[in-house]
């Protein structure tokens, strides 16, 4: 099994900036594509970010030049960079890695970091 765990969430005011990160734990895996979905109170969860191992990136339209994922290989950790946060952006927020474990293709999601954007 490979576990995820999200850290840096939290409160902060309109406007401010948050960093998430999010680090692979387990044995005999490789992290292929990892990436950032929230989901707000009454939302369907959706797609923030996303960066492949050539650290290659998508993002939604919505948050392009706001957000910024990067990755870390050799820790197998993944960041979400938020600026100008907006009260838009509260939400939890989830990690994702698409993965091999033990020579077979699996996916991991985190238990999810909540973000709450207000005055």
């Known amino acids: 099994q490979v576990q995820l765990a999200e850290s840096g969430g939290g409160l902060v005011q309109p406007g401010g900036s948050l960093t998430l990160s999010c680090k692979a734990s387990g044995s005999n895996f490789l992290v292929y594509e990892m990436g950032w979905h929230r989901q707000a109170p009454g939302k369907q969860r959706e797609l923030v970010a996303v960066i492949s191992r050539n650290s290659s990136t998508k993002y939604a339209d919505s948050l392009k030049g706001r957000f910024a994922i990067s990755r870390d290989l050799a820790a197998d950790t993944v960041y979400l960079r938020m600026n100008s946060l907006k009260p838009e952006d509260t939400a939890v927020y989830y990690c994702?890695?698409?993965?091999?474990?033990?020579?077979?293709?699996?996916?991991?999601w985190g238990q999810g970091t909540q973000v709450t954007v207000s005055s």
């Open positions: 994702h890695a698409d993965l091999i474990v033990g020579g077979r293709p699996g996916a991991s």
